[in-house]
C-alpha cells in the first residue's frame, strides 16, 4: 500500500472527514469516539463536553491518537499520535466546525439549539508528535 505525500496528508485533514480521537484511561482502556476537527500546523483541535469520558480520559492520560480516513475506496487516511490538553470552552471554534460540517440552514439550526454547549465545552488540543498514512491508490 502506498503512503499519503504531506501535501495530501494536509489536504484531506482539511476536507469535512470525520476523525476519530482514540483515549485511554488511566487503566490504558481504549475508547474511540468520533469527533468533528480542525487542523493545522502539526496541531488537531476537537470540543468535546468538559465532563465527557474524553475529557476525563484526557485528564489521566493525554496520549492520544486521532485517525482521519476517506471510508470509501480508493482507501486513503491517516493516524496522528500526540499529546493533548484541555482548554476552556472555543464558542468561534464550535461555529466555524458547525458551517465546516453542515450547510448553512442546517449548521444555524444545530448551533441555535445547541447555544448552552459554549459554556460547557471544553477544547482539547492535539499537539502532533507521529503520523503514518495510507493510500490504496498508489498500489498495496
Known amino acids: 500500500m502506498g503512503r499519503m505525500t504531506d501535501d495530501e496528508i494536509d489536504a484531506l485533514l482539511a ?3 470525520i476523525g476519530v480521537l482514540a483515549t485511554a484511561d488511566a487503566a490504558g482502556r481504549p475508547e474511540g469516539s468520533p469527533v468533528w ?9 476537537v470540543l468535546v463536553h468538559r465532563d465527557s469520558r474524553k475529557a ?16 470509501c475506496a480508493p482507501y486513503r487516511g491517516v493516524v496522528l499520535r500526540g499529546t493533548a490538553t484541555l482548554s ?10 458547525a ?5 448553512q440552514e442546517t449548521a ?3 448551533l441555535a439549539k445547541t447555544a448552552r454547549f459554549d459554556n ?12 503514518y498514512s495510507w493510500d490504496y491508490s498508489k498500489g498495496y
Not at 476552556?88 to 466546525?97: M, N, S, Y
Open 88 to 97: 476552556g470552552p472555543e464558542p468561534d471554534l464550535r461555529r466555524r466546525l
Open 120 to 131: 460547557e465545552d471544553s477544547l482539547v488540543t492535539i499537539l502532533v508528535t507521529g503520523r
Open 99 to 103: 458551517h465546516k460540517y453542515l450547510d
Open 15 to 17: 476536507e469535512p472527514e
Open 37 to 45: 476537527f480542525d487542523y493545522g500546523d502539526e496541531i488537531v483541535r
Open 56 to 71: 476525563r480520559n484526557i485528564r489521566e492520560n493525554a496520549h492520544v491518537s486521532f485517525t482521519v480516513d476517506t471510508r
Open 108 to 110: 444555524d439550526r444545530y
